[in-house]
């Protein structure tokens, strides 16, 4: 019930493409969903997080969309470049801990 | 911002010695940090929860006698690798609390021949 199962493990897209990351989680008491941005060899990042109260929000070229009834929850990077390369997380935090997904190994082509 | 160091970036160690790695919140205060472990194309693993003042909490299977952490003042909070093993080659990252939030160090690689 702790779990976070993320997917794709991998996923391809040509620049400018949308790629999108899928999480799904069963316990109803996470209340804050970060991602995070990892590049080799370097801690994760946070890009973007939303509560679950809200159904959607935009930073930049990351939008999170948030299904409560679902219990899912996903990432779209809009206009995706090369530099965006990178291993992504979503996460969900119960009492203050982070339980991770499994990561998304993203590759954006030039 | 809420930036979060690390020190050392990387260690190598003989089997047998005791690491130390520093984890420093850099313009936050931050009263819990966490810990954890990353293995090569694998998810994080959280190890413990360091609270400033007060003895950590570990997560299950991890040995609190060999990874030992003190979280001495709100920016600081220290992980020392015990009687390391090649086994406890990993990447080890710090994180730090900021509301809601948490922000990560940039891990320290942990070698033991």
């Known amino acids: 019930q702790q779990q976070v199962k993320q997917s794709p493990q991998s996923l391809i897209v040509q620049k400018g493409g949308i790629p999108i990351i899928n999480c799904a989680y069963e316990n109803t008491a996470f209340d804050y969903f970060p991602w995070y941005q990892q590049f080799p060899g370097k801690g994760p990042a946070l890009l973007i997080a939303i509560r679950p109260d809200v159904s959607e929000k935009k930073e930049g070229r990351f939008t999170i969309s948030f299904n409560k009834s679902a219990k899912q929850f996903s990432l779209h990077i809009m206009d995706s470049q090369p530099g965006d390369s990178a291993t992504y997380f979503c996460?969900?935090?119960?009492?203050?801990?982070?339980?991770f997904g499994q990561g998304t190994t993203l590759q954006v082509k030039p | 911002g809420a930036v979060v160091s690390q020190h050392p970036s990387w260690v190598i160690c003989k089997s047998g010695t005791s690491v130390k790695i520093e984890c420093r919140s850099l313009?936050?205060?931050?009263?819990?940090m966490f810990w954890y472990r990353q293995f090569p194309k694998q998810s994080l693993m959280l190890m413990a929860t360091s609270n400033e003042g007060s003895k950590a909490t570990y997560e299950q299977g991890v040995e609190k006698d060999k990874f030992l952490i003190n979280h001495a003042s709100l920016t600081l909070s220290t992980l020392t690798v015990t009687s390391a093993h090649p086994e406890d080659s990993s990447f080890y990252i710090c994180?730090?609390?900021?509301?809601?939030?948490?922000?990560f160090g940039p891990g320290t690689r942990l070698t033991v021949l």
């Open positions: 996460a969900a935090r119960h009492t203050g801990k982070l339980i």
């Open positions: 313009d936050f205060q931050a009263t819990t």
């Open positions: 994180s730090a609390s900021k509301g809601p939030e948490q922000f």
